[in-house]
């Protein structure tokens, strides 16, 4: 194969409760990446957006990756990577983990899919090393096995594919830039014991939730007493934003990944579509601007076309 297309999703990480564990895939918006292999040796990227990462592969998340499966594959072909993001760099949707992504299903597919999906897991792990300085995997792993995912470990990898109901979600985003690293720096050391053993009541009963269907007990399990507390200081409106989502039916939610965007999970269509209207209002009333989605997650990962 000589050139390659890939579609990569936007990703919901954490989950509320689930720091660094929980994911889920969306259906929309995704990037979009071709990759070709070239005779000159080494890798070019051409960026067909408008934000203006960079194109120094050592400097690229799409890069850093790329080079890293051939590394691993003990190949060294030349490659070009055409790159048309949709997922805004810094939204808090998984834009770096798309990216990432993309660069290690694309690259295995020019392999003759050498690699199996955990193996690209750890690859994208790279990039999102390169982009927050930490080896997370909570936005990698739906982005490549699709639906909901459960990061078990990172040392060894070990990820579990999650069984869940039909769910929808409204996401705001708030033209603000918050830096992951930063949005970790801030986050306790420690946790009281009291805390941690709310916390993992509450991903054990998400996870039930989701295998059972049951609607109720995922919307009581979507509580998060470690780290929204300290990072919602962080988003203009974040409690009103809950509250107003709540109230239009939402079964709950929180900051998506470090923010700054806000998600909120509801059962069905129509009732993530009164939430996008409720964020709407609340968002409508300050001078920051947003964007809204409104997707049902996807039960497919990154994928050539
Ligand atoms: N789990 C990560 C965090 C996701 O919350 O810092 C950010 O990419």
């Known amino acids: 194969m000589q ?15 689930g720091f660094d564990c929980l994911g889920f895939a969306l ?47 003990g190949t060294d072909f030349g490659l070009e990577i055409e790159i048309t993001k949709h997922i805004m760099p810094g939204s ?14 694309a690259v295995n597919r020019l392999l003759g899919d050498k690699f199996s999906k955990l193996e690209l897991v750890d690859l994208a792990m790279e990039g999102e090393k390169l982009a927050s300085g930490s080896r997370h995997a909570d936005n990698v792993a739906p982005c490549i096995f699709g639906g909901f995912t459960l990061v078990r470990s990172t040392e060894p990898l070990d990820v579990v594919t ?7 979600a409204t996401i705001i985003h708030p033209q603000i830039e918050i830096k992951t690293a930063e949005a970790r720096a801030i986050l306790p050391k420690d946790v009281p014991l009291n ?15 989701l295998a059972k269907g049951d609607y109720g007990l995922i919307a009581r399990s979507l509580e998060d007493l470690i780290v929204e507390p300290v990072r919602k ?34 059962e069905g269509a129509a009732t993530a579509e009164k939430v996008k209207i409720e964020m709407r209002s609340v968002y409508s009333r300050t001078d920051i601007e947003f964007n809204m989605y409104v997707s049902e997650l996807a039960s497919s990962g990154a994928r050539s076309l």
Do not use: H, Y
Not at 44 to 55: A, K, M, S, V
Not at 92 to 102: D, E, T
């Open 92 to 105: 808090g949707i998984g834009s770096s983990s798309a990216s990432a992504a993309g660069a290690a299903v």
């Open 195 to 209: 805390t941690a053993v709310k916390q993992w009541g509450n991903v054990g009963s998400l996870v039930a939730g």
């Open 27 to 73: 259906t929309e918006p995704f990037d979009e990446m071709t990759l070709r292999r070239t005779d000159d040796p080494g890798i070019r990227i051409i960026n067909r957006d408008e934000f203006g990462l960079p194109t120094k592969p050592e400097e690229n998340v799409t890069g850093v990756v790329a080079a890293a499966a051939l590394k691993r594959a």
């Open 3 to 17: 050139e390659v297309r890939v579609i990569t999703p936007a990703t919901v990480a954490n989950v509320v409760c």
């Open 233 to 266: 200081s962080l988003i203009p409106k974040f409690d009103e934003v809950k509250e107003a989502s709540l109230s239009a039916g939402a079964l709950g939610g929180g900051i998506s990944g470090s923010g700054p965007s806000i998600f909120m999970l509801s």
């Open 162 to 168: 999650l069984e869940f109901p039909p769910l929808w």
